[in-house]
């Protein structure tokens, strides 16, 4: 490639550099009218825009602290709790998750009653697990409904309520996808053969026969139904 060649392709011609430094000089001279008023209301409110830019930066300041602080009490409480969950299973452990979930905020309270629920169903204190499902039961865990119905049935059914059991998983029925809904009727099963309810019990393996198409599955739940029809 001659030189020319590669000088025409890498340098713009003297008339281009004029337009474009003519084009330059436009732009700055009606940016430069236009911000003059801007400007001018700047440099006469400097000390006002001053002392609020300091304020705005000590309330960032603040907040952040305040923030940082927060975030270091929520670790020393989610430790605290989880100190008391990894004690052995014991009456002290109840009664300082009891203790804890009364004095906690809304964000530390349910994992403290959760712990409890859990922690006294494996010591078979189930009338104080029931309390703790109980507890978690109300409007505002409603994203924590399904998992607190099943323990709350489960712990009836240890209490030797299985009926009230079977009532509670039934409650949750609507609320449920499909494959939650196969595993709370394998529940109300299971309790209603408890509570000697063969009726629920047949009515369910019915349902689930249907749902269930063909395979091994549909046929576990036939047998199931063959075994409670001859209990009535």
């Known amino acids: 490639m001659s030189k020319s060649a590669k000088k025409s392709g890498t340098t713009p011609s003297e008339p281009d550099r004029k337009h474009e430094q003519t ?36 309330l960032i300041f603040v907040v952040g602290i305040w923030n940082h602080l927060a975030g270091n009490r929520s670790k020393d409480r ?10 052995p299973e014991s009456p002290d452990k109840l009664s300082q998750l009891e203790e804890f979930a009364n004095k906690a905020d809304e964000r530390m309270k349910n994992a403290a009653i959760l712990a409890l629920a859990h922690s006294a169903s494996e010591q078979g204190e ?6 703790a499902w109980r507890r978690l039961s109300t409007p ?24 009230e059991g079977v009532a509670r998983l039934e409650a949750l029925l609507p609320q449920t996808s499909p494959q939650e809904r196969s595993l709370i009727n394998y529940l109300v099963v ?24 063909s395979g091994t599955v549909r046929d576990s739940w ?11």
């Open 190 to 213: 299971e309790m209603a053969e408890q509570a000697g309810d063969w009726s629920k019990a047949e009515t369910v393996c019915e349902e689930m026969i249907k749902q269930a198409g």
């Open 23 to 58: 084009l330059l000089d436009s732009i700055q001279s009606e940016v430069s009218r236009e911000a003059s008023p801007l400007l001018e209301f700047l440099v006469a409110r400097s000390r006002l825009i001053f002392f609020f830019l300091i304020g705005l930066i000590l």
């Open 140 to 163: 505002a865990n409603a994203p924590l409904g399904i998992i607190v119905g099943l323990g709350e049935a489960e712990t009836l059914a240890k209490l030797g309520q299985p009926a």
């Open 222 to 232: 036939e047998q199931r139904l063959v075994y409670f029809q001859a209990k009535k």
């Open 78 to 87: 989610e430790e605290a709790l989880g100190r008391i969950i990894i004690l």
């Open 126 to 131: 189930y009338e104080t697990a029931l309390r």
